[in-house]
């Protein structure tokens, strides 16, 4: 009689784990033609390997512990969504990338790699980018913000949601995290460097939703524009003052009317960018979560704020005098008048005249066109756009900058009473 040997049964025991697929014998589940599709384990410092016993009578002596056979394998083990953690140690990309954008070293190449995999490509929030996104949008959000309200307090409400999303939006972060030398895969997958962006080519991911109030009327707002006035913009929407729709609707991406061979048509450009910004919204995450507030504040200053924007080209009047007039009543100046500086080829077909705006013996703008009512209505704007654009100086001081330790008192900053609307 052939003596049985229990070691070997505990072995086989410890292999099988709860909730894996179970067969009669061990041995008939290796010999079986279907395979069982056994559900891969995967935890963010190891991943799924099958152990084979020893015992099998197709042991032929290899160690399989650390190079597994594929016909071994259960089948999503070779499948994983994106790829594990510990293979970002040995990634040359991802080194390139901490050490071009100068990152702590306390920011580890795991969550860095995190911050590469989108949601449309891995919908588990233990291995994408949703949590970290979430965490850096609102950081990069306070920080130009308050930079905006501090060295521009003139700023009318609508010029300042503009000018956030000039600098924050996601068309803006999409440029940053490609300044970055950021690269994207063709597909995702668990094969893949993790050093390359992974999404989706096929579906959005929602990696960021319920960002906002939501109005109870926002599917009749499309139409009907209800309760969509500025101070009920800061009340509701989100912080570019834009409507905040379901999730559904968050999940399709707008189509942009432009065409870009890289990305292929114009629904794969708009997740490529809806995927870059997340990502660049993700880095930002990962420096908050691993290195604190400062480092953090420094890297928003150097690379979003850093970018040149133009905010005079944002305004536009519709009643330009008439607001001008509001304008200086309501600072107890001298009504504006407007008064021709030089002209040149009157009789001409082409003719220039300069004409100033005065409110006293001050002059509050100038501009050139080709007739005087053009020209005085260009010199009102140009008044208008001194006054809103006025600036305390490039260096000032902003809220957070008292969370600094042995920081001096925080002294008021000024802030305007609100512009004009013309009626």
């Not at 410092?45 to 394998?73: C, M, N």
């Not at 930079?147 to 068309?171: H, T």
């Not at 009512?373 to 957070?400: C, D, F, I, Q, T």
């Amino acid at each position: 009689m052939k003596r049985l040997r229990l070691d070997r049964w505990t072995g086989q025991a410890l292999v099988a784990r709860s909730g894996a697929c179970s067969a009669s014998t061990p041995r008939a589940a290796l010999r079986s033609a279907a395979v069982p599709r056994c559900a891969a384990v995967r935890s963010q410092s190891t991943s799924a390997v099958l152990q084979i016993p020893k015992d099998d009578e197709y042991y032929d002596g290899t160690d399989h512990t650390r190079f597994p056979p594929l016909e071994r394998l259960p089948p999503r083990a070779t499948s994983l969504p994106s790829p594990p953690p510990e293979r970002a140690l040995k990634s040359a990309k991802l080194a390139a990338l901490r050490a071009r954008l100068s990152l702590p070293d306390k920011l580890p190449l795991q969550t860095l790699a995190r911050a590469l995999v989108d949601a449309s490509a891995d919908d588990n929030p233990l291995f994408n980018n949703t949590n970290l996104a979430f965490v850096g949008q609102s950081l990069i959000n306070y920080h130009v913000a308050e930079w905006l309200m501090c060295r521009y307090p003139r700023l009318p409400m609508d010029i300042l949601y503009a000018a956030m999303k000039g600098y924050a939006g996601p068309a803006s972060l999409h440029q940053v995290a490609r300044s970055w030398g950021i690269e994207h895969a063709a597909a995702p997958g668990g094969e893949v460097d993790p050093g390359l962006l992974q999404f989706s080519m096929h579906k959005p991911g929602n990696a960021i939703l319920g960002f906002g109030t939501r109005r109870a009327e926002a599917d009749g707002m499309k139409k009907y524009k209800w309760r969509h006035s500025l101070s009920n913009r800061v009340i509701f929407d989100d912080d570019f003052g834009q409507v905040v729709a379901d999730a559904a609707e968050q999940e399709k991406p707008q189509l942009l009317r432009r065409a870009d061979t890289e990305y292929g048509n114009e629904y794969t450009r708009a997740l490529a960018e809806a995927a870059y910004s997340t990502c660049a919204r993700a880095v930002v995450g990962a420096i908050y979560a691993h290195t604190g507030r400062e480092p953090v504040k420094a890297f928003v200053r150097a690379h979003v704020l850093s970018r040149t924007l133009d905010l005079s080209r944002l305004f536009a009047f519709a009643k330009a005098t008439k607001e001008l007039s509001l304008l200086c009543a309501r600072e107890d100046f001298d009504p504006p008048t407007a008064r021709l500086l030089s002209e040149t080829g009157r009789a001409s077909r082409t003719p220039v005249f300069v004409v100033g705006i005065f409110s006293g013996a001050d002059k509050l703008g100038e501009a050139a066109g080709p007739s005087l009512e053009h020209a005085r209505s260009k010199a009102a704007m140009n008044a208008l756009k001194s006054w809103y654009l006025y600036s305390p100086g490039e260096h000032v001081r902003v809220p957070s900058d008292v969370l600094v330790e042995d920081a001096r008192p925080w002294e008021p900053a000024y802030i305007d009473m609100g512009e004009i609307i013309g009626r």
